[in-house]
């Protein structure tokens, strides 16, 4: 965790007002609204200190000290908006009480018939108001030398325990945390310095064979905000992470109009489009026009011959994927004659000397553009398929590779 953890008054009153800098500088126009006047105004998320008074009656109201970090909090600021992305608000300390008596939506009455959730949070106090599925909660039962409780972040409505951390303001440090992450690889970043830097350390480690450095790299990039980096890493990922892994990544990192849009399209043709169409193939286990559908705009028209008005439309975007060929991106010399050499030992039946021409082949392959990794040709050209297994894959982008550089 990037973030310290704030636990003493003076560390939370700079946390929170730091905290607060950073989501105001990011924030959107819908975001800004759903805060009043006085926060806007003041720059700040939060509400006036809570009384020492007011913190020790809740504490007897409940018979527990609180445990210092949240108990500092509540000194900083009686309550919080916009904590989390999922989290609109923490209670005041008026508000907190134990989950059972609290029972939001009547989560309790629903998760009390497991007995090992019900053991687990029995003892919990739950901090914050009306969320999208999402509850934080301190845990009495748990009490550390320094006096602080563990705290959980809970999701039950995905059917996941309840994650725990060591304090609430271990919690509230990774809340932050992720909120950076996510605001930068949504295209709003905290801290974008350094992006472009580690988008460069990223390529330098995939050409020389470090593809989870590589991975690291474009990760870090993305959460500063680069475009670019989560498309790079959605083609290493096809190599190392085949099937659902990749599917999953591009679905959720690469499909949108803004990291699309930072590729010129005849890469975006040549080498994303051809690999997720052919995610199915390595064990993605959705129907082929589930994947069809996010690129229906770039496939060949449905054929009315072929693809008669009687097929279900995921059954046509399957056979319109299937009719897709991808543009051919122009390779090295020394490379594309491998290339051809290889296909001719496959199509004589030699597919272990075609693997051996391939691998020797592999430090001749150039990244000509920005856009490009690994040598995706052996990914999406079909002739290759009898020789390349997920095991090759890696080995493209790793052992092999590596010797290049």
């Keep these: 965790m990037s973030e310290s953890v704030p636990v003493t008054l003076p560390e939370w009153r700079e946390f929170l007002r730091s905290y607060s800098a950073d989501y105001l500088r990011v924030a959107t126009e819908a975001q800004l609204a759903e805060l009043d006047e006085v926060q806007r105004g003041n720059r700040w998320l939060g509400y006036e200190p809570a009384s020492e008074e007011s913190v020790r009656v809740a504490e007897e109201r409940l018979s527990v000290e609180l445990p210092p970090s949240y108990r500092n909090f509540l000194l900083a600021s009686n309550g919080w908006r916009k904590i989390d992305f999922l989290l609109d608000e923490l209670l005041r300390v008026d508000d907190i009480g134990w989950l059972p008596e609290m029972n939001p939506g009547h989560l309790w009455d629903i998760w009390s018939a497991d007995e090992e959730i019900a053991e687990q949070l029995q003892r919990t106090v739950l901090l914050s108001g009306p969320a999208d599925g999402e509850y ?33 303001g271990a919690l509230v440090a990774s809340a932050r945390e992720t909120f950076g992450r996510l605001s930068g690889q949504q295209g709003s970043p905290v801290h974008p310095d350094g992006a472009e830097n580690l988008l460069a350390d990223g390529r330098r480690q995939a050409l020389a064979g470090d593809v989870e450095a590589a991975l690291a790299s474009f990760d ?37 109009d803004r990291i699309l849009a930072s590729v010129d399209e005849l890469h975006l043709r040549a080498e994303l489009i051809p690999l997720y169409l052919d995610v199915w193939r390595d064990g993605a286990t959705a129907h082929p026009g589930y994947f069809a559908r996010w690129f229906a705009d770039y496939l060949p028209p449905p054929d009315p011959a072929g693809e008669p008005g009687t097929m279900s439309e995921p059954d046509v975007l399957a056979a319109r994927a299937a009719r897709y060929i991808p543009p051919v991106l122009p390779e090295a010399p020394a490379f594309q004659q491998a290339l051809d050499h290889a296909r001719d030992l496959i199509a004589a039946g030699s597919n272990d000397e075609a693997w051996v021409v391939i691998q020797q082949a592999l430090p001749e392959w150039e990244p000509d553009s920005p856009y490009r990794i690994a040598p995706v040709i052996l990914r999406v050209d079909p002739a290759f398929r009898p020789v390349l297994t997920p095991d090759r894959y890696r080995t493209i982008v790793t052992r092999a590779i590596r010797r290049k550089d």
Excluded: Q
């Design 220 to 256: 870090a990039a993305h959460a500063k905000g680069s475009a670019l980096a989560p498309y790079l890493a959605a083609l290493l990922t096809c190599f190392t992470a085949p099937g659902p892994m990749a599917e999953s990544y591009i679905r959720n990192n690469v499909l949108n």
């Design 136 to 168: 934080w909660l301190l845990d009495a039962n748990t009490i550390g030398p320094d006096g602080e409780w563990t705290a959980y972040e809970w999701h039950p409505n995905d059917g996941d325990e309840p994650e725990p951390y060591p304090s609430f």
